[in-house]
Each structure stands twice: as C-alpha cells, then as structure tokens.
C-alpha cells in the first residue's frame, strides 16, 4: 500500500492512528497524507428570524486547536521516516475523507470515532479502523478473513491483500448461516495465487453469527480481521444487530479491514 489517508483530529486514538499509518508506510515504502478537517458547518447557528451567521469565536478557537493538532502530527511523523504531507478541509469528516480517498490504497480511522461503518458505505477505498491505544505493527502476524461468499467480504479480501502477503498465519473463517454466495475453496484459491497460504475454519452458527465469528477470532489471535461491512443493510443492523456493528464496537476485537 503506497498511498495511505489517515484523519487526525483532538478525539483519542490520533497518535496510534498516525503510528499505524507510519509503520504501514515504512513497510511498503509508500507516503502517508494526514487530512486534518475543521468542519464550518458545525459552526453556524439559526438567528430568531430564521437566518444563519457563523461563530467565528468559536470557529477560529476550533481552527487553532486543529493547527495544533496538525503541528504535532507533523513532529511525530518527522520522526518515523517515512514521506507524508498534511492537508487541511473544512468540510464535514465522512465527506472530506471520501473525496481525498479517491486515489488512496487505505483510509485508516479509530473505531471510536463513529467514521468507519459511513466510511465504508461511502468509499471505495478499504477502511482500517483501529482500536484507541493500539496501533498495528507490520508486518501483521495473524489475520483471520470472515468469508461468507458475498460482494462485500470479496471486496475487503481484495483489499487486504498487501497487509496479508506478509502475515506469519492467515486463516479464513466461514460461519455456516446460508446457502449459496462464492465457495470459499475459490477464494482460498485466488489467495494462494497471491502466495498466502491461508488455512480454513467453518464453524456451525452458536447464539449469533458475530459471537460464532468473535471467537473464532480470538482463538486464533489475530491482530487483524478482514471482513465485508454491511451485508445486511445497516438499517437492519441498528435495529437488529449485526456482524459489522458489533466488531465495530467490541473493544476486545482486532483492527478491522472494511469494505462494502
């Protein structure tokens, strides 16, 4: 992965986000952009009459907490060695980060933040959403990839494939739920022409597919779950539950690599 898009802002989680970045970056010899968004929108007010004005007070105190932000982004990075820039946007997060991520290979986001799960819906580009205070070292040592024959976990495994080319152990894991989607014989077959070596778990459903799969995951553990975001719609997920929602809010589960 040579073009790495990763947002900072005052949230926690920035610096093993940055870390993360770096330490892909490094590995493959590629170039960190760090987008650092001051959006406007969250500073207009509606006036008694029914127009709008801007809180510039508060506007220019937000802008300068992110110069800052931005300020120590650029030391931490300056001490990693890799090559990287530091842009600045005003519009809202999901739609700043989707327009940068037009010509990047990973956007890479905390988990806490509440951007992977519109991120993935709203980008073509993989989404690595990270725990706070964990960044993610390379090369990866194990992954686990959720296969269940759909567009979406095809989609994350493709692009997975930098991150799992050097993993020591890879094992796809399949949740017995349904019939039909792509066996998983092909797609363990299109990896090793990728030369990983994947091995392969099916596992009969227990309580729920998302419990069946965190276990998994934690026997083998892995440092990385590849998996396709929102099978289901989300809709149905945030009434329901869902694969995706809950890795998305397990503190206990690895990175995440989404894609929709």
Same mark, same amino acid.
């Given at each position: ?8 802002d ?20 590629g ?9 406007v ?10 127009g ?15 110069d800052?932000?931005?300020t120590?982004v ?13 842009? &600045?946007?005003?519009? %809202?997060?999901?739609? +700043?980060?989707?327009h940068?991520?037009?010509? !990047? $290979?990973?956007? /890479? ?9 519109d991120?993935a ?15 993610m ?5 194990r ?23 050097t ?11 349904k ?19 994947a091995?392969?778990e099916?596992?009969?459903? &227990?309580?729920?597919? %998302?419990?069946?799969? +965190? ?6 553990? !892995? $440092?990385l779950? /590849? ?15 869902g ?8 503190p ?9």
């Amino acid at each position: 992965m040579r073009s790495i898009l990763v947002n900072a802002d005052r949230k926690k989680g920035t610096h093993a986000r940055i870390q993360t970045a770096a330490n892909i970056a490094r590995h493959g010899g590629g170039h960190v952009t760090v987008l650092v968004d001051t959006p406007v929108s969250r500073y207009i007010a509606m006036d008694p009459m029914g127009g709008s004005y801007v809180m510039t007070d508060a506007l220019e105190k937000a802008r300068a907490e992110d110069d800052a932000v931005a300020t120590a982004v650029e030391s931490q990075l300056a001490a990693s060695g890799v090559t990287f820039d530091v842009v &600045r946007c005003e519009d %809202e997060p999901v739609t +700043a980060l989707s327009h940068a991520a037009r010509l !990047a $290979d990973l956007i /890479v986001v905390s988990r806490s933040g509440g951007l992977a799960g519109d991120l993935a819906l709203t980008s073509r580009t993989p989404i690595l959403a990270l725990p706070d205070e964990r960044p993610m070292e390379m090369p990866v040592r194990r992954a686990c990839v959720a296969w269940d024959g759909g567009e979406q976990s095809a989609a994350a495994l493709r692009g997975a494939l930098p991150l799992l080319a050097t993993c020591a152990a890879v094992t796809m894991v399949s949740v017995t739920e349904k019939k039909g989607g792509f066996p998983a014989a092909e797609a363990l077959r299109y990896l090793s022409r990728h030369d990983i070596h994947a091995g392969f778990e099916e596992h009969e459903r &227990r309580d729920s597919t %998302e419990q069946t799969l +965190a276990a998994a995951v934690s026997r083998a553990g !892995a $440092d990385l779950l /590849v998996m396709g975001a929102y099978g289901k719609s989300r809709m149905r997920e945030f009434l329901f539950g869902g694969v995706t929602a809950h890795f998305l809010n397990s503190p206990e589960a690895p990175a995440l690599l989404l894609a929709h």
